[in-house]
Structure formats: C-alpha cells, structure tokens
C-alpha cells in the first residue's frame, strides 16, 4: 500500500526502490510472520483472494515525516491482522461478505486518490463500505467527525459500540493458537503500558506488542 509512496518536501523520493539506497524515510516492508506464512501452506481454510480481480493501489503523497511514519507502522500491523486485504476493489470486497456473519468487517486499500484505507463490512442492508479518513495524525470514518490516535482504536471502538456494526473481522486465514493467545491477553490488560509489565520474556513482550489489540 504505502511501499512506493513519497513525501513533500523531499523531492518525491521513493520510499522503497529497488534500484535506489535505502533512505532514514525507508519503511520497512510489511513482512509476513513465520507463522502466518507456515498457515498459509497448511490451513486448509485459508481464505485466498486469487480468484478476485487484481486491481493497481495507487500511491499518495505524505505531507510529513509524521505521516509517514504513522502509516508505515499501521500498514506493517495491518499486515499482521490477517484482515487486511490490500488493492481488493469495492466488488470483490462486498461479494466475499454477503455471504459472512452479520458485522464481518476488512480493511483495504481505497480506490480514491487522497485516501489510504477504506473500511468495508456486512451490514443489515448488505455489504457497505466506508472511507477512512486521514487528517491531522488522527483517523476517522468518513462522515463522522469523532477522530482516533490509530485505525486499530477505530476499530475497537466500533466493535465495542452498542450498534455492533462491526463485530468480527473477515480474516485470510484462522488465528494460531498465539495469535489467539495475544489477543486474549491483550483483552486482559486495561492498557498498552500494562503489556510492558507482565512478568514475561523480552521474547513473549514483543510479541504481544506486535499486535495489541483486542481484535
């Protein structure tokens, strides 16, 4: 998503280029964890999106450093979520949700220029799909003026809304057995800052913190 993206100011440099030295602005390329890819190879469930049609994701420009980083690190989160699905078109995006739970919701790429991510998800009337604005470091949905610090406290707060119109995310593949554990974890803990107290290895902390949210 943002892997070509450049920033104002910088003479549009590329922020990753095969052909180009890495630069301080370089975001580290959103990997896949072992894992996640040992997953992929072995889970018979696996969601995989190759039958969808293949769409270009266009590249928009950062304003600031801050951006930058603040999308490069949502981006590699995103990565790890599992329901992230990247250029998927509106589409293909609503046809694979018709047929999920009520509330089933994914995050992709937005189709439209100044925007990085949109939010699509099953709602009572049927699949919808909802921009998610960025402005000011802060993200919110199109429409609605109430702003968060990160896409992932967006989501948690519309999970947890009385509505319920989010309620379970639309993964690529089922959760392993950490993965399932972190996040009930995570549930446990009140705070971000409360994960850095547990009487765990720097080895378990870290990866509670790759992903510390409840969803």
């Given at each position: 998503?943002?892997?070509?993206?450049?920033?104002?100011g910088?003479?549009?440099?590329?922020?990753?280029?095969?052909?180009?030295?890495?630069?301080?602005?370089?975001?580290?390329?959103?990997?896949?964890?072992?894992?996640?890819?040992?997953?992929?190879?072995?889970?018979?469930?696996l969601?995989?999106?190759?039958?969808?049609?293949?769409?270009?994701t266009?590249?928009?420009?950062?304003?600031?450093?801050?951006?930058?980083?603040?999308?490069?690190?949502?981006?590699?989160?995103?990565?790890r979520?599992?329901?992230?699905?990247?250029?998927l078109?509106?589409?293909?995006?609503?046809?694979?949700?018709?047929d999920?739970?009520?509330?089933?919701?994914?995050?992709?790429?937005?189709?439209?220029?100044?925007?990085?991510?949109?939010?699509?998800?099953?709602?009572?009337?049927?699949?919808?799909s909802?921009?998610?604005?960025?402005?000011?470091q802060?993200?919110?949905?199109?429409?609605n003026?109430?702003?968060?610090?990160?896409?992932?406290?967006?989501?948690?707060?519309?999970?947890n809304?009385?509505?319920?119109?989010?309620?379970?995310?639309?993964?690529?593949?089922?959760?392993?057995?950490?993965?399932?554990?972190?996040?009930?974890?995570?549930?446990?803990?009140?705070?971000?800052?409360?994960?850095?107290e547990?009487?765990?290895?720097?080895?378990?902390?870290?990866?509670?913190?790759e992903?510390?949210y409840?969803l």
């Open positions: 998503m943002v892997a070509n993206s450049t920033v104002k910088h003479d549009k440099i590329p922020l990753s280029s095969s052909s180009s030295p890495p630069s301080s602005l370089t975001p580290p390329s959103p990997t896949r964890t072992q894992s996640e890819q040992h997953q992929r190879q072995s889970n018979p469930n969601r995989s999106g190759s039958a969808c049609s293949v769409y270009l266009h590249f928009p420009t950062f304003t600031s450093k801050e951006d930058c980083d603040i999308i490069t690190e949502t981006a590699t989160k995103l990565e979520s599992g329901f992230y699905w990247g250029p078109g509106v589409e293909d995006a609503h046809r694979m949700l018709k999920a739970p009520l509330g089933s919701f994914l995050i992709r790429d937005s189709r439209q220029k100044d925007v990085f991510f949109t939010l699509s998800y099953h709602a009572k009337g049927g699949p919808v909802v921009r998610i604005d960025y402005k000011r802060k993200f919110s949905l199109a429409g003026e109430r702003c968060f610090p990160t896409l992932f406290a967006l989501l948690e707060h519309y999970v809304s009385p509505k319920k119109s989010l309620r379970v995310p639309y993964r690529k593949w089922e959760p392993t057995l950490q993965e399932l554990c972190r996040r009930h974890i995570v549930g446990l803990c009140s705070e971000k800052s409360k994960i850095a547990l009487p765990v290895t720097h080895v378990v902390q870290d990866f509670l913190l992903f510390p409840k």
